[in-house]
């Protein structure tokens, strides 16, 4: 069965430094792969995807992410945050078992320092 | 704009009671989704529809019910028997068969039950 890994529950950085957020996924072909942002109380926005192709993904607001599939992974990353970065973070896998369902890391929490 | 709704946005029961929470939208997608969200356990979910008339139990459908009579609509039941029901309850849409596996998702409902 798929599954998605996100091991930092908490992170905080600085406004103006690069970030890193983990996602491991566990799936035996190629995966559908997904990053949400959640602002508190309100639902997920795509923030982008991948399916096939250049494994350097671009997405909104100034993020990318990379699948490595030697470490099965999809990290997200953004060169400087700034404090509407604040959020909740969630990694997601297409499952392919007969419907298209998502299954979706347990999130990370971003807080920003000013 | 095309979009999903959910309404209400905060919602109160008391124990015992079965509350109904609506999920609308307009994107003209067949495939809908209800999404269970606690802290610290991101999203659950609950139950699927892919097309109209038809819906299949997710990871943890027990003590809810659905309908899917419309295209448009897929309102999530939360009945007396689920032992925790309060959560934050997402809805999300996606278009099937197209190897798109994107889900777009709903404000959310917070319900509280006491």
């Known amino acids: 069965a798929q599954s998605v890994t996100q091991p930092d529950i908490h992170i905080t950085v600085s406004e103006g430094a690069s970030l890193e957020l983990r996602c491991n996924y566990s799936?035996?072909?190629?995966?559908?792969l997904f990053w949400y942002v959640q602002s508190p109380g309100q639902g997920l926005q795509l923030l982008l995807k991948?399916?096939?192709?250049?494994?350097l993904v671009q997405g909104i607001k100034g993020f990318e992410a990379e699948f490595k599939r030697s470490q099965s992974s999809f990290n997200l990353r953004k060169p400087s945050v700034h404090w509407s970065d604040a959020a909740e973070y969630f990694c997601?896998?297409?499952?392919?078992?007969?419907?298209?369902?998502?299954?979706f890391g347990q999130g990370t929490r971003l807080t920003i320092n000013p | 704009d095309g979009g999903i709704t959910q309404s209400p946005k905060y919602l109160f029961r008391k124990e015992g009671q079965n509350v109904t929470l609506s999920c609308e939208q307009n994107?003209?997608?067949?495939?809908m989704y209800w999404y269970r969200q606690d802290p610290g356990q991101g999203l659950r979910l609950i139950y699927y529809?892919?097309?109209?008339?038809?819906?299949q139990k997710g990871d943890i459908a027990e003590g809810y019910s659905v309908s899917r009579e419309k295209k448009e609509s897929f309102p999530l039941t939360v009945t007396s028997a689920q032992k925790n029901p309060t959560a934050f309850y997402l809805c999300?849409?996606?278009?099937?068969?197209?190897?798109?596996?994107?889900?777009?998702f709903g404000p959310g409902t917070r319900l509280t039950v006491t």
């Open positions: 999300a849409s996606s278009v099937p068969g197209t190897g798109d596996y994107e889900q777009y």
């Open positions: 799936y035996g072909a190629t995966p559908y």
């Open positions: 991948y399916f096939s192709g250049d494994t």
């Open positions: 997601a896998v297409g499952a392919i078992q007969g419907a298209q369902k998502l299954v």
């Open positions: 994107l003209n997608h067949d495939a």
């Open positions: 529809s892919q097309i109209v008339n038809d819906f």
